[in-house]
T-cell receptor, first 113, second 113 residues
Framework: AQSVAQPEDQVNVAEGNPLTVKCTYS??????LFWYVQYPNRGLQFLLK??????LVKGSYGFEAEFNKSQTSFHLKKPSALVSDSALYFC???????????FGSGTRLLVRP | EAGVAQSPRYKIIEKRQSVAFWCNPI?????LYWYQQILGQGPKLLIQ????????DSQLPKDRFSAERLKGVDSTLKIQPAKLEDSAVYLC???????????FGPGTRLTVT
């Protein structure tokens, strides 16, 4: 069965420092991987996706994610965090043979000034 | 481009009452999804439509939940009768196709007392 794990409930980082939000997955086929961000009282916003090709994927708002097949990970990164990046981040996965998106439990990112 | 619209944004009802949520997807998006997001968890797919047909409703509690998308555009999700454990945010999403990224509406926060 497909599953996604976000091992950290919360990540704290100072503004200007690099940030990483971790995600690992488990699927039996080729994974399609996604990152979404959720601001308070708003729906999820698409950040980036990995389907195939280059393992480093660049997305919205300066975020990027690295697909690592051997470690079954898809960590979200940003070189320099902003206070406005503070939000709830969700990793999601689906198999290439399926349409169903499975979400992780979310990681709250707090960027302090 | 207008996003996914949902109404109402908030709803408070007593258990055993009924409630309905409405969703209007992005124009031209054939695929529509309803998710349930319980506090502290990632969204869970309830039902997926392709045009006006149901693709997957395997996690929809069919004894109390129903959904329709009669003309292949907007959709309604109904709960009757509601239980306390139905308290959650109900998210609607749409995509161009089943393999494309999903765009989410702001959600309806349901509180069942």
């Amino acid at each position: 069965a497909q599953s996604v794990a976000q091992p950290e409930d919360q990540v704290n980082v100072a503004e200007g420092n690099p940030l990483t939000v971790k995600c690992t997955y488990s699927v039996s086929g080729n994974p399609y991987l996604f990152w979404y961000v959720q601001y308070p009282n708003r729906g999820l916003q698409f950040l980036l996706k990995y389907i195939t090709g280059d393992n480093l994927v660049k997305g919205s708002y300066g975020f990027e994610a690295e697909f690592n097949k051997s470690q079954t990970s898809f960590h979200l990164k940003k070189p320099s965090a902003l206070v406005s990046d503070s939000a709830l981040y969700f990793c999601a996965v689906r198999m290439d043979s399926s349409y169903k998106l499975i979400f992780g439990s979310g990681t709250r990112l707090l960027v302090r000034p | 481009e207008a996003g996914v619209a949902q109404s109402p944004r908030y709803k408070i009802i007593e258990k055993r009452q009924s409630v309905a949520f409405w969703c209007n997807p992005i124009s031209g998006h054939a695929t529509l999804y309803w998710y349930q997001q319980i506090l502290g968890q990632g969204p869970k797919l309830l039902i997926q439509f392709q045009n006006n047909g149901v693709v997957d409703d395997s996690q929809l509690p069919k004894d109390r939940f129903s959904a329709e998308r009669l003309k292949g555009v907007d959709s309604t999700l109904k709960i009757q009768p509601a239980k306390l454990e139905d308290s959650a945010v109900y998210l609607c999403a749409s995509s161009v196709g089943t393999s494309a990224e999903q765009y989410f509406g702001p959600g309806t926060r349901l509180t069942v007392t």
